[in-house]
């Protein structure tokens, strides 16, 4: 696993307590697990610490996490650069009004949902999560964002599957990642 | 709930930032919503200072957060204090070897998990969740913690629903809430 530009020195231990599991959840899949990267309190403080100092001048106004992992990188940054955190959940659970977005898996299809209300046109938005992959969850991530007025900025995530062209799929947006893996 | 935190200036912007949406997931449920809180960010540090300025001279090697909401406030706090984040999560969800700890709903049961070799033998932890109502998930949470020989040195929560009693549920364990809602 490379780290992205092998500069800085928190990037080679971030890289190495990330956790390979084979075969999860299905066989043939080479699962990036980030949970053993949240059991070195260091390097967490890290990955967050690299993060906000790419983005805490950007006068970003809205860090949008994608759950249930963007959940755990999105707060701290947003709280760290004075944001508002905002989940994108799984359909039915977000209470009260929310904006729809559906998107393609392997198989069948998948929605995505934003409460109304908690972005306003003009805000500047970050949008975090773990890892990309195909690109799709970020790509619906964009369009509920951009549907209600706001301005997508980057997207950030701790890993990147470059093999799988998410990066692609995310159109003129541009993509930070930490680490990229070629598994 | 202490004096001390009614009393600090901090409560009202919190307690003003929790929204609640009545018939949530199912008609009669007032359904406490903590996201209008993270639209604030000066209230949503706030919540996070309260919880880390009690816990971080107590040496908690290790928060464990419940999924989905106690992966928003857990790992501030986790990061705030010097400790381990642990997600605990709904089955099927964490790779690699697990232990699971199943609990009772009101209609049904649900489990929780937690990754073998995140806790080990003797580390003090908290478990955070963003409400307590029956107490069901934080108890089966805290099994989990006992059951790999960690001691559970408090539960913390934004939000407590007493009249649903989750209190009584924790085996003796503290409980700290900032609000609490009838």
């Given at each position: 696993?490379a780290?992205?530009?092998g500069q800085?020195?928190?990037l080679?231990?971030?890289?190495?307590s990330?956790?390979v599991?084979?075969?999860f959840?299905?066989?043939?899949?080479m699962?990036q697990?980030?949970?053993?990267?949240l059991?070195?309190?260091e390097?967490?403080?890290?990955?967050?610490d690299?993060?906000?100092?790419?983005y805490r001048e950007?006068n970003?106004?809205?860090v949008?996490g994608?759950?249930?992992?963007?959940?755990?990188?999105g707060?701290?940054i947003?709280?760290a650069i004075?944001?508002?955190?905002?989940?994108m959940r799984?359909?039915?659970k977000?209470p009260g009004?929310v904006i729809?977005e559906?998107?393609?898996?392997?198989?069948?299809?998948?929605?995505?949902?934003?409460?109304?209300g908690?972005?306003q046109?003009?805000?500047?938005a970050?949008?975090?999560d773990d890892?990309i992959?195909t690109?799709g969850t970020?790509?619906a991530?964009?369009?509920?964002?951009?549907?209600v007025?706001?301005?997508v900025?980057?997207?950030?995530?701790?890993?990147?599957?470059?093999?799988l062209?998410?990066?692609?799929?995310?159109?003129?947006?541009?993509?930070f990642v930490l680490v990229s893996?070629d598994? | 709930?202490?004096?001390?935190?009614?009393?600090?200036?901090?409560?009202y912007?919190?307690k003003?930032r929790?929204?609640?949406?009545p018939?949530?997931?199912?008609?009669?449920i007032m359904f406490q919503?903590?996201?209008?809180l993270?639209l604030?960010?000066?209230?949503f540090k706030d919540?996070?200072?309260l919880?880390?300025?009690?816990?971080?001279?107590r040496n908690i090697?290790?928060?464990?957060g419940?999924?989905?909401?106690g992966?928003?406030?857990?790992?501030p706090i986790?990061l705030?204090?010097?400790?381990?984040?642990v997600p605990l999560r709904?089955?099927g969800?964490l790779?690699g070897?697990?232990?699971?700890?199943d609990?009772?709903?009101e209609?049904?049961k649900?489990c929780?998990q937690m990754h073998?070799g995140?806790v080990?033998?003797e580390e003090r932890?908290?478990v955070?969740?963003?409400?307590i109502a029956?107490?069901?998930t934080?108890?089966a949470?805290?099994?989990?913690l006992?059951r790999?020989g960690a001691?559970v040195?408090e539960?913390?929560?934004v939000?407590?629903l007493p009249?649903?009693?989750?209190?009584?549920?924790?085996?003796?364990?503290p409980l700290?809430v900032?609000v609490?809602s009838?």
């Amino acid at each position: 696993m490379a780290s992205q530009g092998g500069q800085d020195p928190r990037l080679a231990k971030i890289a190495s307590s990330i956790r390979v599991i084979p075969d999860f959840p299905k066989p043939g899949i080479m699962f990036q697990d980030i949970t053993t990267l949240l059991l070195n309190p260091e390097a967490f403080k890290d990955t967050i610490d690299l993060f906000v100092e790419r983005y805490r001048e950007q006068n970003i106004s809205v860090v949008a996490g994608v759950e249930a992992r963007g959940f755990i990188f999105g707060p701290p940054i947003a709280l760290a650069i004075g944001a508002k955190f905002v989940p994108m959940r799984k359909p039915n659970k977000l209470p009260g009004e929310v904006i729809s977005e559906e998107y393609s898996l392997e198989y069948g299809t998948d929605t995505m949902e934003m409460h109304v209300g908690a972005v306003q046109p003009g805000d500047r938005a970050l949008i975090v999560d773990d890892l990309i992959a195909t690109g799709g969850t970020l790509c619906a991530a964009i369009k509920l964002i951009e549907r209600v007025g706001a301005e997508v900025v980057e997207c950030a995530c701790a890993i990147e599957l470059p093999e799988l062209k998410g990066r692609d799929r995310l159109g003129d947006k541009p993509l930070f990642v930490l680490v990229s893996s070629d598994i | 709930m202490s004096a001390d935190k009614d009393e600090d200036p901090r409560m009202y912007g919190i307690k003003s930032r929790i929204r609640v949406v009545p018939d949530f997931p199912k008609p009669g449920i007032m359904f406490q919503d903590i996201t209008t809180l993270l639209l604030d960010s000066k209230a949503f540090k706030d919540t996070i200072d309260l919880f880390v300025e009690r816990y971080k001279d107590r040496n908690i090697s290790v928060v464990a957060g419940i999924e989905a909401r106690g992966f928003i406030f857990g790992p501030p706090i986790a990061l705030a204090i010097g400790a381990k984040f642990v997600p605990l999560r709904k089955p099927g969800k964490l790779p690699g070897e697990v232990i699971s700890e199943d609990y009772v709903l009101e209609y049904g049961k649900d489990c929780l998990q937690m990754h073998i070799g995140a806790v080990q033998p003797e580390e003090r932890a908290l478990v955070v969740d963003d409400l307590i109502a029956t107490g069901g998930t934080l108890c089966a949470a805290m099994n989990l913690l006992e059951r790999v020989g960690a001691e559970v040195v408090e539960c913390a929560c934004v939000i407590e629903l007493p009249d649903l009693k989750g209190r009584e549920r924790l085996k003796g364990k503290p409980l700290y809430v900032l609000v609490e809602s009838h």
